[in-house]
């Protein structure tokens, strides 16, 4: 094998692990929450958001 298959082959090999790296801190990051804060002003009860991850079933 010459030096320069080496390499090529080595650099593809640390590009897949750095994606994969990327890939699982990303998945293994906590996930984002948001509180639900009463105002006083505000006639009603208050319900939690839901994920923030998911789509929205809103139709526009």
Known sequence: MTRRKFVL??????SLIVAGVSWLGEKASP???????????????VKPPGDIREQSKWSG
Do not use: C, N, S
Request: glycine letters at 4%; proline letters at 10%; hydrophobic letters at 45%.
């Open 31 to 45: 996930r984002k929450f948001v509180r639900a804060i009463r105002l006083k002003k505000y006639p009603g009860p």
């Open 9 to 14: 082959k080595f650099i593809k090999a640390a």
